[in-house]
């Protein structure tokens, strides 16, 4: 069974965002063979521009970006009242971040896709709570 049957009011729609196109494509194509409905942005200030046009289940975001790092791009989604609880899952090749941020999973890379698709799926049903 896919998310998608999992879900019987619409399939979820997840925002992918990351400048290394490869990631952020290959990341939407599994998802979408899950049953979601993906966008892709390829750096903070597209990922933003989509997020605030879209209604979304769930951000997976990169940290080091151009013109907008995945945090600043966080701090700009929670300040807009219908994304401030949205979750995300930012994931990065540097370090964990610092700061503290709520509804928000760190998941390194190189990732293994099968986890983090099961990380998408449970933050999902889970209402949106990060699992």
Known sequence: MTVGQRFAERPPVVLVIDDEDYVADMIASVLELEGMVTHVAYNGHEGLAQAERLSLDLLVID?????????????????????????????????????????????????????????????????????
């Open 63 to 131: 940290i080091m970006m151009p013109y907008m790092s995945g945090i600043d791009l966080i701090l700009h989604v929670r300040a807009h009242p219908p994304m401030q609880d949205l979750p995300v899952i930012l994931i990065s090749a540097g370090a964990r971040p610092q700061e503290q941020l709520p509804h928000v999973t760190f998941v390194p890379k190189p990732f293994d896709m099968d986890e983090l698709v099961e990380l998408v799926v449970g933050t999902i049903r889970s209402g949106g709570r990060v699992v």
